[in-house]
């Protein structure tokens, strides 16, 4: 353990330790989490089928024609399941971004990286990591999507820069 906190917790009985810029008080908390997620995707599972094959798929509302991307079963407005699939233009232009230098525990092995939303040409946006140079990165520029498999083995869709 930090032996700064350690002292803190002697003195003040609890792991409170005063932020070193503006001195407000902060929980230091002492647990390490370890969160494992299982969510069920049967009933979007031609999304991932689409990612395989390098196509970004969306579901469309028959109803409203509203675009969801990520895909969604239902469509919340029309309230009703009634859904095609449509395959979505992988162009788009850049709205904005963050690079994260700290990085969540599940992303710790990796570099720093740039997270970025795009509005794609078919309306949607598009959460993703950026890849290139971040301070290059500028909104309103063009980026497409591609979908490369990450290193952990498995298929995902980044935002690569276009020229
Ligand atoms: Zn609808």
Not at 62 to 82: A, V
Not at 140 to 154: H, L
Request: aromatic share 10%; proline share 8%.
């Amino acid at each position: 353990m930090d032996e700064k906190l350690e002292n803190h917790i002697e003195q003040y009985g609890f792991p409170i330790v005063p932020d070193e810029k503006s001195g407000a008080l902060q929980w230091i908390d002492m647990r390490e989490l370890r969160v494992k997620f299982i969510i069920s995707v049967e009933k979007i599972k031609p999304f991932f089928e689409g990612l395989k094959e390098g196509k970004l798929l969306a579901t469309k509302c028959k109803k409203c024609g509203r675009l969801f991307f990520p895909p969604q079963k239902d469509c919340p407005s029309c309230r009703t399941d009634e859904m095609d699939w449509v395959e979505l233009s992988k162009e788009g232009q850049l709205e904005t971004l963050t690079v994260l230098f700290v990085r969540p525990p599940s992303f710790a092995n990796y570099d720093p990286y740039t997270v970025a939303i795009a509005k794609l040409d078919d309306g949607p946006r598009i959460t993703a990591w950026l890849k290139g140079d971040p301070t290059k990165a500028r909104p309103g520029m063009k980026v497409r999507v591609e979908v490369s498999k990450r290193k952990e083995g498995y298929y995902m869709y980044e935002l690569v820069p276009v020229e």
